[in-house]
């Protein structure tokens, strides 16, 4: 099935840096999710976006629905070691009369103290 | 909050077994979503069902079938497991066609066969 360009795929940071990740699509999205999963568990989500252009916060967690609709980035900043997991977009599209999400392929992250 | 609950997060079948996954959410959503998540793969869409009784094919629904009674209650079949059937499940709901309504993930059953 179809996944979303999600980068990076991983990294390791310093405990109290901030972390910025991105999906890019050449399709356009009506609204975008991001998600956290830890292992064994299911995604939770984070913060879900509407707009082209909306910039919503949760916490340390920042997130931005691209003006082409096309595009997202989610920041954490000052990471912290509980921040550690698999965070993944989701893209809400409407196609073939149904609406569908597409999912990116996710960043795992790892903070080190 | 939304809760979306799997009767199971993990399950040893063996191979030709019929297997029933349940999963039941609390917030009167008429969508209910299966996905299988695998590494390198995602998450891939297997069935769906925009109301009671309803269910529609998703991008993976060979070796599955789903059963919708109740609004709050979906159920994933496998009708005869095999090993390529290995893999965590997540259920998710959402409400309706309207804008604002994200998708919500059980917490997943991890099915070795």
């Known amino acids: 099935g179809q996944q979303l360009n999600q980068s990076p795929q991983s990294m390791f940071i310093q405990e109290g840096e901030d972390v910025s990740m991105n999906c890019t699509s050449s399709s356009i999205f009506n609204t975008w999710l991001w998600y956290k999963q830890e292992p064994g568990e299911g995604p939770v989500l984070l913060i879900a976006?509407?707009?082209?252009?909306e910039l919503t916060s949760n916490g340390r967690l920042t997130a931005q629905f691209g003006i082409t609709r096309k595009d997202s980035f989610l920041n954490i900043s000052a990471s912290i070691p509980s921040d550690v997991g698999i965070y993944f977009c989701a893209g809400r599209i409407f196609t073939s009369g149904t609406y569908k999400y597409i999912f990116g392929t996710g960043t795992r992250l790892k903070v080190l103290a | 909050d939304v809760k979306v609950t799997q009767s199971s997060r993990y399950l040893v079948k063996r191979t030709g077994e019929k297997v029933f996954l349940e999963c039941v959410q609390d917030?009167?959503?008429?969508?209910m979503f299966w996905y299988r998540q695998d590494p390198g793969l995602g998450l891939r869409l297997i069935y769906f069902s925009y109301d009671v009784k309803m269910k529609e094919k998703g991008d993976i629904p060979e070796g599955y079938s789903v059963s919708r009674e109740k609004k709050e209650r979906f159920s994933l079949i496998l009708e005869s497991a095999s090993t390529n059937q290995t893999s965590m499940y997540l259920c998710?709901?959402?409400?309706?066609?309207?804008?604002?309504?994200?998708?919500?993930f059980g917490n997943g059953t991890r099915l070795t066969v």
């Open positions: 998710a709901s959402n409400g309706g066609s309207s804008y604002n309504s994200p998708l919500h």
């Open positions: 976006l509407y707009k082209a252009g």
């Open positions: 917030m009167d959503h008429e969508n």
